[in-house]
T-cell receptor, first 113, second 113 residues
Framework: DAKTTQPNSMESNEEEPVHLPCNHS???????IHWYRQLPSQGPEYVIH???SNVNNRMASLAIAEDRKSSTLILHRATLRDAAVYYC??????????????FGKGTHLIIQP | ETGVTQTPRHLVMGMTNKKSLKCEQH?????MYWYKQSAKKPLELMFV???????ENNSVPSRFSPECPNSSHLFLHLHTLQPEDSALYLC????????????FGQGTRLTVV
C-alpha cells in the first residue's frame, strides 16, 4: 500500500487559515486522496477527498499537486473546534472491493485562541 | 450523528468473560469494518466485510470473532481477552469504493481487567 507522510503536529491561531501538508510520493493512478479528522474521544470524521483536481466542500479545501505526489488540506478559518488529529490516507479504488483505510499517525493540529 | 451506531459505548470485562460489541448502520452501505485504536497508536484495521462476506482478517487473534448477519449489522464477539486488548473499538461503513467516504461510529471503549 502507498504510504503518506505528515508532520506530527502543527499549531495555528484561531480565525487564521491552516495548511496541512501530506506527501505521498508512491501514489498510484487508482488511489484517491482522503482526509479524515479525529476529535478527542470520538471516531474519525470524513473531511474531503479528491483524485486529481482541487476540491472544495463546506469543511475544507484540498489542493493536489500536479504530479499527485503531495496534497494540502486547507482550513480557511480555523476555530477551536478544528483542534483534532488530521489523517491523510490513500484509498485505492479496487473495482468494487472494500479494502478499508490504512491510518498513519496523522497531524495533531493545535489551535490557539 | 454519523449514521453508524455502536453499543455499548463503554465496557469493562474480566479476562474470562464473553461479551459482544454491536454496530448498526442504515446508510445503505455494503461494506462494514472493525478497527482497533490502542492508546498512542494509529487505528488498526481488524476485519472487513463486503456484502456480508468477510474479505479481510488482518491477522487478528481468534479471541476476536466477527459476525455480519446482514449488510446493516456487524458484531464483534469477545472471549478470554487480555488486558492489552483494552482499546477503543471502532466500526465503520462505506460503499466500498476508493471514491466514497467511510462513516465511523463513536466507538466502544473496552477495558479488560
Amino acid at each position: 500500500d502507498a504510504k503518506t507522510t505528515q508532520p506530527n503536529s502543527m499549531e495555528s491561531n484561531e480565525e487564521e487559515p491552516v495548511h496541512l501538508p501530506c506527501n505521498h510520493s508512491t501514489i498510484s493512478g487508482t488511489d484517491y486522496i482522503h482526509w479524515y479528522r479525529q476529535l478527542p474521544s470520538q471516531g474519525p470524521e470524513y473531511v474531503i477527498h479528491g483524485l486529481t483536481s482541487n476540491v472544495n466542500n463546506r469543511m475544507a479545501s484540498l489542493a493536489i499537486a500536479e504530479d499527485r505526489k503531495s496534497s494540502t488540506l486547507i482550513l480557511h478559518r480555523a476555530t477551536l473546534r478544528d483542534a483534532a488529529v488530521y489523517y491523510c490516507i490513500l484509498n485505492r479504488n479496487s473495482g468494487g472491493g472494500a479494502d478499508g483505510l490504512t491510518f498513519g499517525k496523522g497531524t495533531h493540529l493545535i489551535i490557539q485562541p | 450523528e454519523t449514521g453508524v451506531t455502536q453499543t455499548p459505548r463503554h465496557l469493562v470485562m474480566g479476562m474470562t468473560n464473553k461479551k459482544s460489541l454491536k454496530c448498526e448502520q442504515h446508510l445503505g452501505h455494503n461494506a462494514m469494518y472493525w478497527y482497533k485504536q490502542s492508546a498512542k497508536k494509529p487505528l488498526e484495521l481488524m476485519f472487513v466485510y463486503n456484502f456480508k462476506e468477510q474479505t479481510e482478517n488482518n491477522s487478528v487473534p481468534s479471541r476476536f470473532s466477527p459476525e455480519c448477519p446482514n449488510s446493516s449489522h456487524l458484531f464483534l464477539h469477545l472471549h478470554t481477552l487480555q488486558p492489552e486488548d483494552s482499546a477503543l473499538y471502532l466500526c465503520a461503513s462505506s460503499q466500498g469504493t476508493g471514491y466514497t467516504e467511510a462513516f465511523f461510529g463513536q466507538g466502544t471503549r473496552l477495558t479488560v481487567v
